[in-house]
């Protein structure tokens, strides 16, 4: 090496501004890693994409980035010109773009953006681009928006720009759904602004007309103010209150009287008198009363929105999880891209490291890890061998991957757990419907009331009577009441959803709050479901191969964990006839010969000893044991659940020696041994009819009838199809910290909706009164009503803070 070589080398050691990364992505470097001179200085980066990233930034002179950032930029992507090539294709771009003045625009998700310097970066870097109209980068979410002209370039341009920087585009699923959403979010923010400005106008005017105490005011300017709130308040009434006058029409067409009948007609009610009173010359107006109600109730009902948004988080993140992009090898080994929704069951998908899995499907070629943390809540990557399942909506890391697809569309775990979580969010429990019906009468007596109160101060004051009937009405309103159930609940259930457990039954989360004790299956819940051979006899004619063999092909098709402690083993004997009898074992034919597998009594004619048995139903030939180890948290989670004050059982078709040295193990008091799927069931009623409330947790097919009979149930999500639908709650996660956390959230949640309420009754109790006696002016009962329904909503969002253990 010569000595400029030498200078060079250790110029670029010593002028690094970051010592241990790239200083692109701040990734680790490789051995030989790429160099250039950036504003001064030779750095160091982790590849040429990086390389080129920064020489770019450089050459644009926007080297301001590398000071303003404020966290490390995305690694610059190479080699997706297959990838970026596909965004030029309709059948991408359809329900993805649409058309702009001069152009088209879509937005793209990313997830190398981190800072507010990295969204300055993407807006300058791509608006330099030929044909690029406007670029619009947020940090925050990750999404730019890109409009560009089709005549001037392809969209394959900007997005190549954005990828060499960095910033790897991908499309979102959901994009009419999340556009729909703004642009309905983007109406009521404008509804809110336009009713608190003309709020604050009204009360300006108001509080003029309220100083004239001794009548002092010119008539002419007196009815000034009072034409000049008029105009003021009927757009709010009439355009920012609509959604409360087309509720209230919905609830008269439907013969259901709901808290919008009872707004709207307040409403109403105050901006039509005040209309009459203004035409007259009269001596009170309430225009103020009408657009504070107006203002404050579109306050309270975004804030319950966003209730509802935190609530269904987790279905939107579970619908952007599904690339809509898939590689797909073709069969001279090319590849192509195409949509997401073009795979079918057979094909051959490659995800590239870093890449999220379109579809479900099995492992081939080669070990890799993939994060499930969407699925499972598992924070580290899990490695996965040849042949394991893989799962829409994870991701690859570390290196490529390849899967034979077997599920699309809806037919993925992804959808199946989207739909759990959607069906059990618009599920109204009971506790909902008798609040709905409890308003619904309350409106009815309200409206009475607020004709008899009228009439009374009719008689006792005429000057005040419409004053204090429309407080009455609008003090009345149940908003509060309405909301504090549905809200509790729906941010329960996004709660639940973020822990790793899917509510499928709306009644699931009260039950499990007054769960008294919880009842364990070992195989596959307790035990890590992983069972494996230890010692292995054989009698008579046939050799340990040989049982072996016979073993393995009974089992081969079994969903039961047992079945597992033979896989690998497969002899390809011809087996038919298979069927499995619950508690008891297995039957089929193999290679023509009846056989059994199971207890010593069902399989061998033998006492019963806890090992698992081959032979003809009378003679034995194997006796096989097996070994299943407890899962790395059940110990903890029988503590955390104890601790809650949840009497724990365990409850295993094994024999008794192991069954009882497994609960040692775990410090379980209540073990049985020997339970078929009835005896469990018998279990379960006997703890019933003492007056214990029943959780549990299974795993598999022989499970589906003890978790359908107990008064809350939850299916582990490896478990069978059939045991899911039988249970209320699904245990996606592998973790079993998740059920007393579950359980620490529904009672959380059971003590915030009596909470909710106390408060809304109480209010009305001492509400209604006071506003009857004359005590409450219209605007302060507008501002009770909306704090009231503050109070319920803040309330519940106090579920919201919950982390997975």
Same mark, same amino acid.
């Given at each position: ?67 303003? !950032? ?25 329900? &993805? ?11 793209? *998700? ?13 807006? +300058? ?17 990750? !999404?730019? !928006? ?15 720009? #954005? ?67 008029? =105009? ?22 439907? !013969? ?19 209309? %009459? ?22 306050? /309270?009902?975004?804030?319950?929105? $966003?209730? +509802? ?10 619908? $952007? ?62 490695? &996965? ?11 690859? $890391? ?15 775990? @992804? ?11 618009? &599920? ?18 309200? #409206? ?34 309405? =909301? ?17 457990? @899917? ?56 969903? &039961? ?11 390809? #004997? ?49 006796? %096989? ?18 601790? *809650?004050?949840?009497?724990?059982? *365990? ?118 009164? =006071? ?22 909503? =803040?309330?519940?969002?106090?579920? /919201? ?5």
């Amino acid at each position: 090496m010569n000595a400029g070589a030498v200078a060079t080398a250790a110029a670029v050691r010593d002028a690094q501004g970051v010592a241990d990364g790239c200083f692109h992505c701040s990734e680790a470097l490789p051995a030989d890693p790429a160099s250039a001179r950036i504003d001064g200085a030779y750095r160091r980066f982790c590849c040429d994409g990086c390389a080129a990233a920064a020489q770019w930034i450089r050459d644009a002179n926007l080297v301001d980035y590398y000071r303003l !950032r404020t966290e490390p930029g995305g690694r610059a992507a190479l080699d997706l010109d297959a990838q970026l090539a596909a965004f030029d294709r309709d059948d991408v771009q359809a329900g &993805h773009v649409r058309g702009v003045d001069g152009g088209r625009e879509i937005t793209v *998700l990313t997830d190398g953006m981190r800072c507010a310097a990295c969204a300055w970066l993407v807006d +300058r870097a791509v608006a330099r681009e030929p044909g690029v109209i406007e670029v619009v980068a947020n940090a925050v979410t990750g !999404r730019i !928006r890109i409009a560009w002209d089709p005549a001037r370039t392809a969209l394959s341009g900007p997005l190549r720009r #954005l990828a060499g920087l960095g910033y790897v585009p991908y499309l979102a699923s959901g994009i009419a759904r999340e556009r729909e959403r703004r642009a309905a979010r983007n109406r009521d923010l404008l509804r809110m602004g336009i009713a608190g400005l003309a709020s604050m106008q009204a009360m300006m005017f108001a509080e003029a007309l309220y100083l004239d105490i001794y009548q002092q005011m010119p008539l002419a300017t007196r009815d000034f103010f009072r034409w000049i709130t008029l =105009l003021v308040s009927t757009p709010v009434v009439f355009w920012c209150g609509w959604p409360f006058i087309a509720g209230m029409l919905r609830e008269l067409r439907n !013969r259901h009287l709901g808290m919008d009948t009872l707004i709207a007609s307040s409403t109403l009610l105050a901006y039509f008198a005040s209309v %009459f009173e203004t035409i007259r010359g009269g001596t009170h107006v309430w225009y103020d009363a009408a657009v504070m109600f107006v203002f404050l109730l579109l306050g /309270a009902r975004m804030l319950e929105q $966003r209730a +509802r948004r935190i609530a269904v988080a987790q279905v939107d993140t579970l619908a $952007r999880a599904r690339p809509e992009l898939a590689t797909r090898e073709l069969a001279d080994g090319s590849r192509e891209v195409v949509p997401t929704a073009a795979l079918r069951p057979g094909d051959i998908a490659c995800i590239a490291a870093g890449d999220t899995v379109p579809a479900d499907g099995t492992l081939i070629d080669a070990a890799a890890r993939f994060e499930e943390a969407l699925l499972t809540g598992e924070v580290h990557p899990v490695l &996965h061998a040849p042949g394991d399942t893989i799962y829409a909506g994870t991701v690859c $890391r570390e290196a490529p991957a390849r899967i034979r697809v077997e599920h699309v569309g809806a037919a993925t775990r @992804l959808s199946e757990l989207e739909w759990l979580v959607e069906r059990a969010q618009s &599920h109204r429990p009971r506790a909902a419907q008798l609040a709905d019906a409890f308003s619904s009468r309350f409106v009815a007596g309200i #409206l009475v009331a607020a004709v008899l109160v009228y009439i009374g101060w009719r008689i006792y004051d005429p000057s005040r009577a419409l004053e204090v009937t429309i407080a009455l009405l609008v003090i009345s309103c149940p908003c509060a009441l309405s =909301l504090a159930v549905p809200t509790a609940l729906a941010v329960a259930h996004g709660a639940l959803a973020k822990l790793g457990v @899917l509510s499928t039954d709306g009644e699931a989360l009260g039950s499990l709050a007054a769960a008294t004790d919880i009842v364990f299956d070992k195989t596959g819940t307790l035990g890590s479901g992983r069972p494996t051979l230890g010692r292995v006899e054989a009698f008579g004619d046939l050799d340990v191969e040989d049982a072996l063999g016979i073993a393995t092909a009974l089992e081969r098709d079994s969903l &039961h964990p047992i079945a597992r402690a033979f896989e690998g083993r497969d002899a390809g #004997l011809a087996v038919a006839a298979v069927e499995e009898h619950a508690g008891l074992g297995i039957a089929g034919t193999v290679e023509g010969r009846a056989w059994r597998m199971g207890r010593a009594d069902f399989a061998a004619g033998r006492v019963d000893d806890g090992a698992l048995w081959l032979g003809d139903g009378q003679q034995a030939v194997a006796r %096989f044991t097996l070994e299943e180890p407890p899962r790395d948290d059940a110990a903890r989670a029988v503590t955390a659940l104890r601790e *809650l004050g949840v009497d724990v059982h *365990l409850s295993s078709g094994d024999a008794a020696t192991t069954v009882n040295a497994f609960a040692d193990m775990l410090g379980i008091d209540h073990a049985a041994s020997r339970q078929s799927p009835e005896d469990k069931l018998a279990g379960v009623r006997a703890l019933q009819a003492s007056g214990k409330v029943v959780a549990m947790v299974g795993d598999g097919l022989n499970d589906a009838p003890v978790l359908a009979g107990a008064d809350v149930s939850i299916a582990i999500g490896s478990g069978a199809a059939l045991a899911h639908r039988a249970a209320g709650l699904v245990l996606t996660a592998p973790s079993l910290l998740r059920i007393p956390a579950a359980i620490a959230l529904a009672r959380r949640t059971r003590a915030i909706v009596r909470q909710n309420l106390a408060w809304a009754l109480g209010y009305n109790v001492v509400a209604i009164p =006071l506003a009857a006696a004359g005590l409450v002016t219209p605007w302060v009962a507008a501002l009770g009503m909306a704090v009231s329904s503050l109070i319920v909503t =803040l309330n519940a969002l106090r579920l /919201a803070r919950t982390s997975a253990p």
